[in-house]
């Protein structure tokens, strides 16, 4: 079977899922988007809002400004593959449940056999520490770990991951944007030219 067909068959699976609670409280599924030959993947903790009007990731405010800090690290938004820990909006926004997470991974795994990206940019702590642990790395804490790039392997990937604050976090607190920032002029741009 062809990657684009293997795909097509897994987001055909991701719009039907019925896994966990989420599927009843979701408007549209939001199964990620991007090339399939994408060197970097961006991976969220979840859709919101917007995402789950639109069914597509990253389309609200914190979606603009992930846009403005890919094109700091050199990328443009067509380039990367985007998508989320979970697939489906948590009602109100709340955190996504471990057994959610757990039920919704087998979609990202497989998202990243395909893809195979050479760099991972984990975006909130959701997501970092969920992606840390798949590759068997230890997670503490993002104010000690954020544009910091570790080596390892998830699904038999071997790839980069950093890890930083999620764009929406530097909405409400602007100090944090400034920390963004420098995570993808520094230490993401230099993973992404590595
Ligand atoms: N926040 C996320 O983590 N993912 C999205 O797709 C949108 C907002």
């Known amino acids: ?11 055909e699976e991701i719009m039907n899922c019925t896994k966990c609670r989420l599927h009843q409280y979701r408007r549209n599924p939001v199964p990620g988007e991007g090339p399939l030959n994408a060197k970097v993947m961006v991976i969220g903790e ?6 789950d009007l639109q ?8 979606g603009q400004l992930l846009n403005k ?3 700091l690290a050199g990328l443009k938004r067509e380039q990367v593959y985007i998508t989320n ?11 996504p449940q471990e057994d959610e997470v757990k039920a919704c991974l087998p979609y990202l795994l497989h998202q990243i056999r395909l893809v195979k990206p050479k760099l991972i940019i984990a975006v909130g702590r959701h997501s970092a520490r969920t992606l840390l642990e798949l590759a068997g790395l230890q997670w ?7 544009g910091k790039t570790y080596h390892g392997e998830i699904g038999g990937v071997k790839l980069m991951i950093t890890v930083t ?7 409400y607190k602007p100090p944090l944007r400034q ?12 993973a992404v030219r590595e």
């Open 1 to 11: 079977m062809s990657v684009e067909e293997e795909y097509r068959r897994l987001v």
């Open 179 to 190: 920390k963004l920032e420098d995570d993808f002029r520094g230490p993401i741009a230099a």
């Open 85 to 95: 820990i979970v697939k489906c909006r948590p009602p109100g926004n709340r955190d």
């Open 69 to 71: 800090l890919l094109e």
């Open 165 to 171: 604050y999620h764009p929406a976090a530097a909405l």
């Open 46 to 51: 979840a859709p919101g809002r917007n995402e």
């Open 140 to 146: 503490r804490s993002m104010s000690e770990q954020h």
């Open 55 to 62: 069914g597509r990731p990253f389309v609200g405010a914190a």
